[in-house]
């Protein structure tokens, strides 16, 4: 069992910056992918990133450019760097996480509220 754990969350103006953090605890595990989410207010949850123990990160189109994801391999952390933020990206942003190849589990999340 994995459990993630989301800090970082907060307000910010529109054009600020917010960092993200999710940490993976439990007992033996191997990481597959790490990803964040989000889910706004009567939406749907949408992918935000994505990144493979390769590094290989992917990312939806709306944050391109303006989001980072990370992860530390030590620590089992993976990071959510977000620049030039909008108010529509307001939401709680989840992370979530597949590991030993068949398995998966998602944190609580975090809300990030960007004020215009």
């Known amino acids: 069992q994995v459990q993630l754990a989301e800090s970082g969350g907060g307000l910010v103006q529109a054009g600020g910056s917010l960092r993200l953090s999710c940490a993976a605890s439990?007992?033996?595990?191997?990481?597959?992918?790490m990803d964040w989410y989000r889910q706004a207010p009567g939406k749907q949850r949408e992918l935000v990133a994505t990144?493979?123990?390769?590094?290989?990160?992917n990312y939806a189109d709306f944050v391109k450019g303006r989001f980072t994801i990370s992860r530390d391999y030590v620590k089992n952390t993976v990071y959510l760097q977000m620049n030039g933020l909008k108010p529509e990206d307001t939401a709680v942003y989840y992370c979530?996480?597949?590991?030993?190849?068949?398995?998966?589990?998602w944190g609580q999340g975090t809300q990030v509220t960007v004020s215009s």
């Open positions: 979530h996480a597949r590991y030993d190849d068949d398995y998966e589990t």
């Open positions: 990144i493979t123990i390769g590094g290989i990160t």
């Open positions: 439990g007992s033996a595990f191997s990481i597959n992918v």
